[in-house]
Structure formats: C-alpha cells, structure tokens
C-alpha cells in the first residue's frame, strides 16, 4: 500500500511540476506588435528590404510571414518564418506585398499586426 501511495504521490510532483510553466508564461494573446519597417503602404526603392517591429514584452519568438501581392489573395509565399530577434533582411523583387508578424511564447500566440508596401526600384527619390 505504501508504495501505491508513493507512486501516486510521485505522479502528481511530475504534473505540478510540468504544468507549472503555464502558469508562469506571460499572456500575450491580446497584445498588439508595432510595426516599424516598413511602414504600411509605403514604395521601397531598394531590393533590400528591412523588417523591424518593436519587440513584444512576453514574447520569446516571432512569426514573420511575407506574401505578394496580399494574405487575401496570395500568389508567393515569399517568407514564413520564426526569428528570436524583432528585425529580418529580405531580397526581394519589384510588387507589392503585405507582411505580418505575431508574436510566441511557449503557450500563447498573439494576433497577427499587418502591414503594406511595394517595391519599385524605378522610382525616382525625391531630394
């Protein structure tokens, strides 16, 4: 019998145990990211595009998806990635794009922030 007991005891330290980085996970279901770069419904003259956001309290990682022309009507999965850091360098070609990024910890996800832009190396900068 009292090794019945132990075991049942052990059983439950384990699940307490493994269960506890729930409870100590911050919620960030509800939290908005920043988009910062670039910014929605601008022209980018270079194919070089930066992708920089203001880093998420909570988060430990970052979803990064870009598509072309839109997530309604995407033709080119351009990127879906998860990156440690709030900033990505992409090569990319002339068109318009939407981007989004959500952010993760290891049990919640926040919605997807969304952004616009278009590459167009033939613009001409204004000076």
Partial sequence: MKNYFNIILLCLILIVFFSCDIFLEEDIIDDEIVLNS???QV????VDVIFWWEEMEGAEKYN??????????AENLVADTFVSKN???????????????????GYYDSDFSVGSF?????AVALK
């Fill in 87 to 105: 900033k990505l360098e992409l090569k990319l070609s002339q068109g318009s794009y939407q981007w989004r990024v959500s952010g993760h910890n």
């Fill in 38 to 40: 670039p910014g929605d």
């Fill in 43 to 46: 022209t980018i003259k270079e």
């Fill in 64 to 73: 990064l998806q870009v598509v072309k022309p839109g997530f309604e009507f």
């Fill in 118 to 122: 278009t590459v167009d190396t033939t």
